[in-house]
Structures are given as C-alpha cells and as structure tokens.
C-alpha cells in the first residue's frame, strides 16, 4: 500500500451519469448501489482512521453537456477536495445514434464540454481530479451497433486521456481495465449489457479506483 491521497476530513465529491447515479436519488440514497457507495464502505474498512465525506452528484442519462448546465450547483458550491469524473458513454451514444442532431454531442463538443468542465474545476476550486474514461463491456466482433460503439469509443477515451495530461489529474483507463477482465470471464459476469455494470462490474471500478488513490 502507497502513500493514501485522501487526508482526513477531505470531501470527495463523485460525478458522471447513470454508473455513478446508480439509485442515489431514490431509495439508494444518498449514495446510490453502485461504485461510490462501494469506495465508501472501502475507505471504512482500509482507512477507519479518515473521516472522509463522500458527495455523489451522478444523474442518469446525463452527457458533459448537461454536466455544464449544472457544473455551479453540483460541484463549484461543494468546493471539493476532488472530484472524480466519469461521463461519455450517453454522448458517444447520442452522436452515433443521431449524427445530424444539434443535441449530438460529437467528439469535437466533447472535448471543449470536458475542457471546460476542467477548466471551471481548477480556476475556481482547489480539487484534486481523477478521471475516469468512458467504458463499453463488450467483445462483439459483428456488424452491429455494439461494434460500432466499440470502434468510436476509442476516441471519446483518447479526449479524457488528453484532459488529464492537460490538466496533470489521476487517471483511471476503465475501459481497458475491463477489456483485460474480457479475456477470462464473459461480459454478464460484469454487466447485464454492456453500459450499466452489476454489483461486481461496480466492485471493479471501485477498486481500481481506490487504488488510483493509494488506498489498498
């Protein structure tokens, strides 16, 4: 185990869509089922000496576009010690289900949308950021709309790849994690489709992400 980043009394804030949502704003609140309620009970267990605070802001369906409109209310007035990012897989879907759509969010609107997401982050907070990239849990090798999303999101995640050099933030490559998790165990064992992971499609991120923070 490293040196753990998170210092006592810090608040982590969590951000992103569906996979970060997972419930949080029903009966799973306020901190949904999935990976943030997880890396929660991690930090319990690893680190009962931190009395960290977890925020989750996940809204389903939501794109970097939507994260803009409510970047102030959800993030900026928290003033978090970092803030954790996973968003674009609802805008890669978006521009490759609707290309000629003034709503599709295009490579090109997500790279400006992320930057400055980041931008108002760091001008305006004393974050610290992790990144996550966007993920899709799927080997399909057939001409069908799974390969298609296969064959873009390599570029929606080279974007996130350059915010966070651009930016020097943490870096968690998700889709890659579960592309090597691909090669021993079928998709359904980490997602009943290839957007929306399952408890130990959940477990995954959270581990990954709590060793990003030197936490185990």
């Known amino acids: 185990m ?38 929660r009970e991690m930090l319990t267990a690893f680190h009962p000496e931190r009395k960290v605070t977890i925020v989750n802001k996940g809204i389903g369906g939501d794109r970097t576009t939507g994260l803009k409109e409510r970047w102030e209310d959800d993030v900026i007035r928290h003033q978090p010690d970092w803030l954790t990012l996973l968003i674009g897989i609802n805008d890669l879907h ?18 400006a949308t992320y930057d400055w997401l980041l931008e108002q982050t760091t001008q305006r907070t004393g974050a610290r950021i992790v990144l996550l990239d966007p993920f899709y849990i ?34 968690v490559k998700t889709h890659d994690i579960f592309a090597e998790h691909l090669k021993h165990r079928e998709a359904e064992c980490f997602c009943p489709e290839p957007v929306h992971p399952n408890q130990a499609g959940h477990i995954v991120i959270a581990g990954e992400l709590i060793r990003t923070f030197g936490g185990i």
Not at 94 to 111: F, G, K
């Open 2 to 39: 490293g040196e753990f980043l998170i210092q006592d009394g810090q608040t982590v804030l969590m951000q992103g869509d569906s996979i970060t949502d997972a419930g949080r704003r029903g009966d799973a609140a306020p901190y949904g089922r999935g990976y943030v309620s997880i890396f």
């Open 138 to 171: 799927s080997i399909n090798s057939q001409e069908t709309f799974r390969r298609r999303v296969l064959d873009l999101i390599p570029t929606y995640i080279e974007i996130v790849h350059q915010m966070a050099e651009k930016y020097d933030t943490l870096l």
């Open 94 to 111: 978006s521009y490759l289900r609707a290309p000629d759509d003034a709503a599709a969010v295009t490579p090109e609107v997500y790279a």
